[in-house]
């Protein structure tokens, strides 16, 4: 599975749209992007995953360079709730493994 | 989605001692596993739990030290048995659903924040 590379924490203003970049410079053809977040004290959430395309859902976008080498997930309008530690994942569809980086703390400010 | 419950939420224990996770899910899921996180770290996958065989243990893992059970389809344990304090961690049980095209789509329980003295 590729290897992902985040930013260990960013801040964002409420209201404000969050993006977070993640690049997998080695992702494979068969490999999706995908995107979880865990709240602190709380179970990870899956947020969104694609391919190639981009990908949006009542959580969050996902945008997908053309290269498929980074991606950004988008947070339209964060909200204070929505600070967490937000992780990359590539991997193929057909492997469960999930392998975990460190992740991007995303602290959203008042 | 599905709804995991975790017992117990929080446990505090003496070294040498065993203590079992349970897992509870509201539907009947394929695949099942079981993570570790470390204080400070990111999650580790200790295992999937495999309904009506054994567990397939990740490198760095073994059943001695991590029996899990799986009974049924909504149903499983994680052991860790004989406890040191490096075993202080919290550990989460999660599913995918059979429904689902991707196994990577995973539902995550509360966790079980365990202290071993």
């Known amino acids: 599975d590729a290897k992902t590379t985040q930013p260990p924490s960013m801040d964002c203003a409420e209201g404000r749209a969050a993006n977070l970049p993640c690049n997998h410079s080695?992702?494979?053809?068969?490999?999706?992007v995908y995107w979880y977040r865990q709240i602190h004290s709380q179970g990870p959430q899956y947020i969104i995953h694609?391919?190639?395309?981009?990908e949006t859902n009542e959580m969050a976008s996902l945008i997908i360079t053309e290269d498929r080498k980074s991606s950004t997930l988008i947070l339209p309008h964060a909200t204070l709730r929505d600070t967490a530690v937000y992780y990359c994942?590539?991997?193929?569809?057909?492997?469960?493994?999930?392998?975990w980086g460190a992740g991007t703390k995303l602290i959203i400010k008042p | 989605s599905a709804v995991i419950s975790q017992k117990p939420s929080r446990d505090i224990c003496q070294r040498g001692t065993s203590l079992t996770i349970q897992c509870q899910v509201d539907?009947?899921?394929?695949?099942m596993f079981w993570y570790r996180q470390q204080p400070g770290q990111s999650l580790t996958l200790i295992a999937t739990?495999?309904?009506?065989?054994?567990?397939?243990?990740e490198s760095g893992f073994v059943i001695d030290k991590f029996p899990i059970s799986r009974p049924n389809l909504t149903f499983s344990t994680l052991t860790v048995s004989n406890m040191s304090p490096e075993d202080s961690s919290i550990y989460l049980c999660?599913?995918?659903?059979?429904?689902?095209?991707?196994?990577?789509?995973?539902?995550f329980g509360p966790g079980t924040r365990l202290t071993v003295l």
């Open positions: 080695t992702i494979s053809g068969n490999e999706y």
């Open positions: 999660s599913v995918a659903t059979s429904s689902r095209s991707s196994y990577n789509e995973q539902f």
């Open positions: 694609g391919l190639k395309n981009n």
């Open positions: 539907s009947q899921v394929t695949m």
């Open positions: 994942i590539a991997i193929m569809d057909s492997n469960y493994q999930l392998i």
């Open positions: 739990a495999n309904q009506g065989s054994e567990a397939t243990y």
